[in-house]
């Protein structure tokens, strides 16, 4: 079974630095993608940045970024210039790309950005 | 637009009860998911269905009957509640394997709290 692994539960980053949140991975696939969501105190899942497995570029949106590295089986999240409303639970995801409709979820990241 | 909604978004009820959460989606995905989100922020599949046929059937209590009157429509019904039933619970939808991206869409959530 695949699993995802986020080895930090807490991390903190003052305003505008710069904070990177750790995910691995494990699966004998070749096909599949991994996502990243944030649930902020409203407890609602947003859709932060997704990487398809097949694609050799790491994925940008904005501010965020992504180092995927298959060989290792990581893929980390890059928050730029963090803002206040960055603060949230961060989660990693993977999921198979032929058949799979099962999403596999990591244990969360809280993301503390202090003043 | 709202893509996935649940209603109600609070449920307050007593041990014992029997309650209903449902979820539409206006996507057109063909796929559904009820998750659960305990106090630790952990995110665990219970159920998912395809154009109304269950796929996936995570080992939960027979109190958990999930019904899917369309491929729009993912229900959750709780019977017997108990005090370990308190969560949040999460409905989701994302594209069949044959559509990209792949990720999962979710509702806001539900807050269940059992007394």
């Known amino acids: 079974a695949q699993t995802v692994t986020q080895s930090q539960p807490e991390m903190s980053v003052q305003e505008a630095e710069t904070v990177t949140l750790s995910c691995t991975y494990d699966t004998s696939e070749s096909d599949y993608y991994l996502f990243w969501y944030k649930q902020p105190p409203s407890r609602q899942m947003i859709l932060v940045i997704r990487q398809e497995a097949y694609k050799q570029q790491n994925a940008t949106e904005n501010r965020f970024s992504v180092n995927f590295q298959k060989a290792a089986k990581s893929f980390s999240l890059k928050i730029s210039d963090s803002q206040l409303g960055d603060a949230a639970m961060y989660f990693c995801a993977y999921r198979r790309g032929n058949t799979g409709n099962q999403f596999y979820f990591g244990t969360g990241t809280s993301l503390t950005v202090i003043p | 637009d709202t893509a996935v909604s649940q209603t109600p978004k609070y449920l307050v009820t007593q041990m014992g009860n029997d309650k209903s959460i449902k979820c539409e989606q206006n996507?057109?995905?063909?796929?559904m998911y009820w998750y659960k989100q305990d106090s630790k922020k952990f995110l665990k599949i219970m159920f998912s269905?395809?154009?109304?046929?269950?796929?996936i059937n995570e080992t939960v209590p027979n109190r958990f009957s999930p019904k899917s009157p369309d491929k729009a429509h993912l229900n959750l019904h709780i019977n017997s509640l108990e005090l370990g039933d308190s969560a949040v619970y999460f409905c989701?939808?994302?594209?069949?394997?044959?559509?990209?991206?792949?990720?999962?869409?979710f509702g806001p959530g539900t807050r269940l709290t059992v007394t």
């Open positions: 989701a939808s994302s594209p069949d394997w044959g559509g990209r991206p792949y990720e999962q869409y």
């Open positions: 996507l057109g995905h063909d796929t």
């Open positions: 269905y395809n154009n109304k046929e269950l796929i």
